[in-house]
């Protein structure tokens, strides 16, 4: 049991979180479909997450983890490896809370990304030509004292996402059917975490991309597994749930009742829809809960939370997409 309850964050932790990042976090607004809703034939809510600071909800965990560091921490520094959406989430949360912040990355990043997260206040170390040879540098730079703060796999990086749970579970008190992003899992664990409380009886539907799912994968296995990373529209979906994966595993495992998944063409159906029928700018990850509705692969029985988690997209791209270009998704990928 106590094995257990080392492995999961609790609604206490996430109404803390909530607590300690009033005032820092946006509360992101919620708002009807109404082409969501006549397609369904039940309410649907969109939850406007890629409106959050740094446009995407990894500034809530980031902004949780950096909130609870010790002077000794605070003095000493943060380091993160990620190009996407958590390194823009961490960097902006040390910058705010004036805690140096050192990106490792390989050199292979598109300057576009690099800058993005330079912007948002880090310093970028450019390590080797692999994620792997950055992650030797971050073991260095923790060696010399500094954090190391995952993207996922922290039980304060988890609360911190539920509070984005919370805010759902407020504007829909009679909630069915919550359709959610899963990748690593720490949005998923930390929301569901959330919605089982308040909402009892609310169905949490994970959805992730065909092309490597790797949480999908594992929950197959029984155990966390790896699986070939594949270029995909919804990019901040790719990656690992980690073999020693300590956290969102287990709480994918328990608290999500089914995972979805969806095709390419899916994705940037759901992109459009977002555009042209909600004008909202969303980034492949963050439509697939429209993806889901719009394809039929989740039919929901009640009133429902589209989670739109993202909108850190290249507007070229996007602008190809939304124009009803076939998208060569080799080359979406970069
Ligand atoms: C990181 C991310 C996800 C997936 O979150 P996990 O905690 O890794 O499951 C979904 N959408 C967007 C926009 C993201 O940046």
């Not at 369904?40 to 983890?65: C, I, M, W, Y």
């Not at 380091?79 to 705010?96: I, P």
């Not at 720490?186 to 959805?207: D, E, F, M, Q, T």
Request: proline share 4%.
């Amino acid at each position: 049991m106590s094995d257990l309850r080392d492995r999961t964050v609790t609604i206490d932790d996430i109404d803390a979180a909530q607590r300690r990042l009033a005032g820092t976090i946006r509360h992101t607004p919620v708002d009807p479909s109404p082409s969501l809703t006549e397609l369904a034939g039940v309410p649907v809510h969109l939850k406007l997450e890629h409106h959050q600071r740094t446009g995407s909800f990894k500034f809530r965990g980031a902004s949780n983890a950096v909130a609870q560091l010790t002077e000794a921490e605070r003095a000493a520094g943060v380091v993160g490896v990620s190009t996407g959406n958590h390194g823009r989430g961490l960097a902006r949360a040390c910058a705010d809370a004036g805690v140096r912040c050192i990106i490792a990355m390989s050199e292979l990043v598109p300057a576009n990304k690099v800058d993005a997260i330079r912007a948002e206040g880090a310093e970028i170390r450019i390590a080797g030509r692999s994620q792997d040879e950055a992650q030797h540098l971050v073991d260095d730079l923790v060696a010399q004292g500094m954090t190391m703060i995952p993207p996922f796999d922290h039980p304060q990086i988890i609360a911190g996402q539920g509070t984005c749970g919370l805010e759902m579970a407020d504007a829909m008190p009679d909630m069915a059917c919550a359709l959610v992003q899963l990748s690593g899992g720490g949005l998923i664990a930390g929301v569901s975490a959330a919605l089982k409380v308040r909402v009892p009886g609310v169905k949490v539907i994970g959805l992730s991309m065909e092309r490597g799912a790797a949480m999908h994968a594992s929950l197959h296995a029984g155990r966390p597994v790896e699986v070939t990373e594949l270029p995909t529209l919804a990019d901040s979906l790719g990656g690992g749930i980690g073999l020693g994966n300590r956290y969102t595993y287990h709480m994918v495992r328990d608290l999500v009742d089914e995972v979805v998944l969806l095709t390419e063409a899916e994705i940037a159906a759901g992109i459009r829809h977002c555009y042209w029928q909600e004008r909202q700018i969303v980034e492949g990850s963050g439509a697939v809960g429209a993806s889901a509705l719009l394809s039929g692969k989740v039919v929901p029985d009640g009133p429902t939370m589209v989670l739109l988690s993202g909108g850190n997209i290249d507007m070229g791209l996007h602008h190809r997409i939304v124009s009803g270009e076939d998208v060569d998704l080799m080359e979406a990928h970069t």
